[in-house]
């Protein structure tokens, strides 16, 4: 349905997708029109749907679809012509191959050239049959090109018409061999992508690797062939419309990554090996040699911008992780500054290498009940690691144990027993390290057998919520934003608002893109006297000039607070549990 309406197209670039969107349904539109030519061309006398209102209708809208394909495919080749270089460019950092570098505009080219020769020499061949057999109230368009042709023989009108007709046809015959290895067979594989792609939990939900099947001999991907049979088809599914590399934070920051470079690659490399792929032989080169770089696979920061604007439903970033969880666990190959968390993760569980006795130190004077005091408690609040171990993201943290205690709420954590959800583990390829801390945490929340959990971190709201399932753990997660929403909801907790004037909530991408909570984090901020301002590309918004930064996760209020520092910006950034704590009816 996606591919049929051009929705998924139509969420970015507007006159572009929709000079697309004319031509895809043209050419949608144009299988009927072909079979009716053909049909007509070789039937004396046959008359395609007749003349009555079934075959008036038909021929009006190929007459106006002809004229909208037309103009949509020449509105985009002046488009691609003049600003190609730089919608469709790479950074040179990012690897691209030689084939693929001049099958890019090449193809594009010759696709373009078939759609208007075809399009054309079919509305040039109406125009000489009106001209030559009277007008045709139900072809206006077609109808006015052939007062163009009045004083032209019959004669001459019958062999313009049979050589536009064999003109069009015989453009389909020469452009089927090439069509399969052109970006065009999108046509094809994208409705096979929606169809077809396994259902996921969340967009960035992973399946795990099952490490006691002895005939698992590869880990991750390394070639080609290692990768799935959904990801492989994405390369065939592929536009090349470069939409995901404009979204990309890596590639906007000027790192070598290109989700669209990838899956261009992909492509063009299965068509150059196609034949000994499919007799089975080993790839003539390894994805780090042509797909990609070791720099752009440790760029991706798995955020899923390319997945959530990728009009064909590609995953570029599954790749991406499959490629990491090769280099770490067959090759022990990975960035010096995850050595140090995969060495905390290991042995104090935690990226931080904090203590597993210090794990409530920060809370020492708020007296947090744990499981083990409070054994039923309405809620397990999952604090997480950030809060543990750093002093910007325990503020955030402090003011939800007020919001709690101020709305009543029976809750308890698990203190000590609390481990890393192992999130950072499996998004840099580290799923042995990741399934041994999701196996723990399971085993101990199954033994806690919380109602409700509470994480003040999406990153662990995604991975209890969605990824733990696969290891026996199924939980009901919400987000703090969410909890404290239904505290407002319900009135268990009052607010007084207090006039805070151009705040921006900053989405984070495992709230937000991930598993689709908006709404929560704006409706308590505005509970709260919040005015707010959406940010560029916050919820596909334009408008900016915030004076309040607010989060709703402990990794971006590290992240931003830092940047907003290197910028000698004075922006202050806000979990937004600390703006409805200020607003507490005491």
């Known amino acids: 349905m996606n591919c049929t309406t051009q929705r998924t197209v139509l969420n970015a670039r507007l006159w572009p997708s929709l000079a697309h969107a004319f031509v895809a349904w043209g050419f949608t539109y144009y299988v009927l029109v072909n079979l009716g030519d053909v049909l007509q061309g070789f039937l004396p006398d046959f008359v395609f749907l007749g003349n009555g209102t079934i075959g008036n209708l038909y021929r009006l809208g190929a007459d106006l679809l002809s004229v909208v394909v037309l103009?949509?495919?020449?509105?985009?080749?002046?488009?691609?012509?003049?600003?190609?270089?730089?919608?469709?460019?790479?950074?040179?950092?990012?690897?691209?191959?030689?084939?693929?570098?001049?099958?890019?505009?090449?193809?594009?080219?010759?696709?373009?050239?078939f759609i208007l020769l075809h399009v054309g020499f079919r509305f040039l061949g109406e125009s000489f049959q009106i001209a030559q057999s009277g007008p045709d109230a139900w072809q206006p368009l077609a109808g006015g090109l052939s007062r163009l042709w009045n004083g032209a023989s019959t004669q001459t009108l019958v062999v313009m018409r049979h050589v536009s007709w064999w003109l069009a046809i015989g453009l389909i015959l020469v452009f089927i061999p090439y069509f399969p290895r052109t970006k065009h067979i999108h046509i094809f594989f994208a409705p096979l992508n929606f169809l077809l792609k396994p259902?996921?939990?969340?967009?960035?939900?992973?399946?795990?690797?099952?490490?006691?099947?002895?005939?698992?001999?590869?880990?991750?991907?390394?070639?080609?062939?290692?990768?799935?049979q959904a990801l492989l088809l994405d390369a065939y599914a592929c536009i090349m419309c470069n939409r995901c590399q404009d979204v990309c934070p890596a590639h906007v920051t000027g790192k070598a990554l290109s989700p669209s470079a990838l899956e261009i690659n992909k492509r063009?490399?299965?068509?150059?090996?196609?034949?000994?792929?499919?007799?089975?032989?080993?790839?003539?080169?390894?994805?780090?040699?042509?797909?990609?770089?070791?720099?752009?696979?440790?760029?991706?920061?798995?955020?899923?911008?390319?997945?959530?604007?990728?009009?064909?439903?590609?995953?570029?970033?599954?790749?991406?992780?499959?490629?990491?969880?090769?280099?770490?666990?067959?090759?022990?190959?990975?960035?010096?500054?995850?050595?140090?968390?995969?060495?905390?993760?290991?042995?104090?569980?935690?990226?931080?290498?904090?203590?597993?006795?210090?794990?409530?130190?920060?809370?020492?004077?708020?007296d947090l009940p744990t499981v083990d005091t409070n054994p039923k408690p309405e809620i397990l609040w999952w604090v997480g690691c950030a809060p543990a171990s750093e002093a910007r993201a325990q503020k955030g943290a402090r003011e939800f144990v007020r919001i709690l205690r101020a709305a009543s709420v029976n809750f308890a954590v698990l203190g000590t027993r609390e481990r890393c959800t192992g999130d950072?583990?499996?998004?840099?390829?580290?799923?042995?390290?990741?399934?041994?801390?999701?196996?723990?945490?399971?085993?101990?929340?199954?033994?806690?057998?919380?109602?409700?959990?509470?994480?003040?971190?999406?990153?662990?709201?995604?991975?209890?919520?969605?990824?733990?399932?696969?290891?026996?753990?199924?939980?009901?997660?919400?987000?703090?934003?969410?909890?404290?929403?239904?505290?407002?909801?319900?009135?268990?907790?009052?607010?007084?608002?207090?006039?805070l004037r151009d705040v921006a909530f900053h989405d984070p991408c495992y709230l937000g893109r991930h598993n689709g909570v908006f709404e929560a984090p704006r409706q308590i901020l505005q509970q709260s006297g919040a005015d707010i301002r959406e940010l560029p590309r916050s919820r596909n918004l334009q408008e900016a000039g915030a004076k309040t930064l607010a989060v709703g996760c402990p990794f971006c209020m590290i992240m931003l607070s830092d940047a907003s520092r290197a910028a000698g910006e004075t922006i202050p950034v806000r979990d937004v549990a600390d703006i409805v704590a200020g607003a507490i009816e005491e």
């Open 199 to 228: 259902p996921r939990r969340s967009m960035g939900a992973l399946d795990p690797i099952n490490f006691d099947d002895e005939k698992i001999t590869q880990y991750g991907a390394a070639r080609l062939e290692h990768l799935s």
């Open 71 to 113: 103009l949509g495919m020449l509105f985009l080749l002046v488009r691609r012509l003049r600003c190609g270089k730089r919608l469709f460019s790479f950074l040179p950092s990012t690897p691209i191959q030689p084939q693929t570098r001049d099958g890019i505009f090449r193809d594009s080219m010759i696709v373009a050239g």
């Open 268 to 366: 063009y490399f299965i068509n150059q090996e196609a034949a000994s792929l499919a007799a089975g032989a080993e790839s003539g080169a390894a994805l780090l040699e042509f797909a990609i770089s070791e720099e752009a696979v440790w760029a991706c920061t798995t955020c899923g911008a390319c997945v959530e604007i990728c009009p064909v439903n590609n995953e570029p970033m599954l790749d991406i992780l499959d490629i990491r969880r090769n280099q770490v666990l067959m090759e022990s190959v990975f960035p010096k500054q995850l050595q140090n968390a995969f060495r905390g993760m290991e042995r104090n569980s935690n990226p931080w290498s904090l203590g597993q006795d210090s794990r409530l130190d920060w809370a020492k004077d708020l």
């Open 424 to 499: 950072s583990a499996r998004r840099a390829g580290n799923e042995y390290l990741f399934a041994q801390m999701a196996q723990e945490n399971v085993e101990t929340l199954n033994t806690a057998q919380p109602p409700r959990i509470v994480t003040t971190c999406p990153h662990c709201l995604h991975t209890i919520s969605n990824e733990y399932p696969a290891f026996g753990g199924n939980y009901q997660v919400i987000h703090h934003t969410q909890f404290i929403n239904e505290l407002v909801e319900t009135g268990r907790l009052k607010l007084r608002p207090q006039a």
